[in-house]
């Protein structure tokens, strides 16, 4: 449920800042298969990748957690 949740908020900081799965995956460097396992929930980041995530989308890790 954890999960879940971190990915909706993620998918959409990232659609608001308009970045496609694909883009958002290179300029992390990770697969766009991990982003959207992320996404959907299937897999939560990792504290590094999160900090990448919210220096990526220009956001804070706290407007990142789920509420």
Same mark, same amino acid.
């Given at each position: ?5 971190? $990915?909706?908020?993620? &998918?959409?900081? #990232? ?9 958002? *995956?290179?300029? /992390? ?6 982003? $959207?396992?992320?996404? &959907?929930?299937? #897999? ?9 995530? *919210?220096?990526? /989308? ?10």
């Amino acid at each position: 449920m954890e999960a879940e949740r971190w $990915g909706k908020r993620i &998918r959409a900081f #990232r659609k608001l800042k308009g970045y496609t799965q694909e883009s958002f *995956a290179k300029h /992390l460097g990770i697969s766009v298969s991990i982003l $959207g396992e992320i996404e &959907r929930g299937n #897999r939560l980041p990792t504290d590094q990748l999160l900090q990448t995530i *919210a220096e990526r /989308l220009n956001v804070s890790i706290d407007e990142l957690t789920p509420k």
